[in-house]
């Protein structure tokens, strides 16, 4: 059975809320957490991306097993929303652990952040690949994997936004990130448990006939032979890890080489979020008019300007910081929005080829790819932070020269090398708008041939 029909408002939006408790404590986690390590818990910088190259290692992992077991598994929930529901409370419990401090030295600390992270990162690629393979179970329309995106990055930019809104109000209490942070990761686990809850309520899944039944690792080889797969994976895994690695290096740049108070960090985060959120909207329409691969281009070129803008910035002109955010954050949504409305294509051009839909094993593979790139930037600037001289234990204006050139050279090129790499992949990707139309055209031939 195809759903090529229009989805009614409240799927989308349904949809959409899926994300936001996930996207909420992502964004606190990207922001926060490396410098929380590092400032707050006292871990060497060096520890602390370990630390992170191991859990979202972990992360990687999972995604290999959970792709194919979500395609195949069979209960009165439904396959993708058994795995959402269960890995909730697992999600939620170990997010709220990131942010206390236990009465730990040395490598007990170490080993219960890897822990309390492991935990978290394992259980979100439990909930994330299936909910991303939901896409195609409730379409197959090419428009309409865009709008439930649209819906998607619309919540999550939304929970996002909220989450530094909620940060931005704790300042005023507490100028304690070990205060401030608990509750804010009280209030983030509260909002995994319900927006999951409720997207899992609110959307019908729609199981596909030619979906594998059985858990076959031959599908991985397949896949691999799929020519525009292998060029949607480097512009996924490399936008999605500039998406991670800037906004983790942000408040060190912030407090340590503009000299800025941490509490501006949320701030100059907010702008950034609130540029991506209005920019998702802009960038729809120009997709539909312009098709994917310009509109990609387009966002990522301002994303970069917008970075190498950063070179310029001194600590007595830091009010030039919040106009550079803006910039990068309307290029940042174009990351968000326009890598992730491409893997239907692939997918369906390998149904194509081969007479069986994938999603679960393409998510996972996708995923796998992202957290990688993702754990090795982050476990890079953690090494060159700790190379470069950097001491957990002293404050932002104590830190060694070294330290700050470093942090000024990171913040520029360690996002903007994997964007301009993205550029060149995108420009050789080899399904254009005109090309998925005549693939949906032929899979719906096939499957009104099959059911017929």
């Not at 997207?199 to 691999?224: H, L, V, Y």
Request: proline content about 6%; charged content about 10%; some cysteine.
């Amino acid at each position: 059975m195809t759903n090529d029909q229009p989805l009614p408002l409240s799927t989308r939006i349904a949809y959409g809320m899926g994300d936001f408790g996930a996207s909420m404590s992502l964004n606190v986690l990207i922001i926060f957490f490396f410098f929380f390590l590092t400032t707050a818990a006292s871990v060497p910088p060096n520890i602390a991306g370990t630390i992170l190259l191991i859990s979202k290692g972990c992360n990687a992992v999972a995604t290999l097993f959970v792709g194919p077991l979500s395609d195949n598994t069979r209960t009165r929930w439904g396959r993708r929303h058994t795995w959402m529901l269960g890995s909730a409370p697992i999600m939620a419990i170990s997010f709220v652990l990131h942010w206390w401090i236990p009465p730990l030295t040395g490598w007990q600390l170490y080993g219960y952040y890897l822990i309390a992270a492991i935990f978290f990162q394992v259980s979100f690629a439990c909930f994330l690949i299936p909910y991303s393979a939901l896409l195609t179970d409730l379409s197959d329309d090419n428009q309409e994997h865009i709008r439930l995106n649209s819906w998607r990055f619309g919540f999550a930019m939304g929970a996002s936004t909220f989450s530094l809104l909620l940060m931005e109000g704790l300042n005023f209490w507490s100028d304690q990130p070990q205060q401030q942070l608990p509750i804010l990761g009280t209030v983030c686990a509260i909002a995994l448990l319900v927006s999951i809850g409720w997207c899992s309520w609110q959307t019908e899944e729609e199981e596909k006939k030619a979906a594998s039944r059985k858990i076959n690792f031959g599908d991985i080889k397949k896949i691999a032979q799929n020519r525009p797969f292998w060029f949607l994976l480097g512009i996924y895994a490399l936008s999605w890890m500039a998406l991670l690695v800037a906004p983790t290096i942000l408040p060190y740049f912030v407090v340590n080489n503009l000299r800025l108070p941490e509490s501006d960090i949320t701030l100059i985060a907010l702008i950034m979020k609130l540029a991506t959120f209005a920019a998702i909207f802009i960038w729809k329409p120009i997709s539909a008019q312009l098709g994917k691969k310009a509109t990609f281009w387009f966002g990522i070129s301002l994303w970069v300007i917008g970075n190498c803008g950063l070179f310029y910035l001194q600590p007595e002109q830091p009010q030039w910081i919040y106009l550079i955010a803006s910039l990068q954050g309307i290029g940042m949504a174009a990351a968000y929005l326009i890598p992730p409305s491409m893997v239907p294509e692939a997918i369906d051009w390998n149904e194509l080829q081969t007479g069986q839909r994938r999603e679960g094993v393409f998510n996972s593979i996708m995923l796998f790819a992202n957290k990688m790139a993702q754990a090795v930037g982050l476990f890079l600037f953690g090494q060159i932070l700790a190379l470069a001289g950097f001491q957990e234990s002293l404050p932002p204006l104590e830190q060694p020269e070294s330290a700050l050139v470093t942090i000024a050279i990171t913040v520029i090129l360690l996002p903007t090398i994997p964007l301009l790499a993205s550029l060149l992949l995108i420009f050789f990707y080899p399904i254009d708008r005109e090309t998925h139309e005549k693939t949906v055209f032929q899979l719906q031939q096939r499957r009104a041939i099959d059911n017929s």
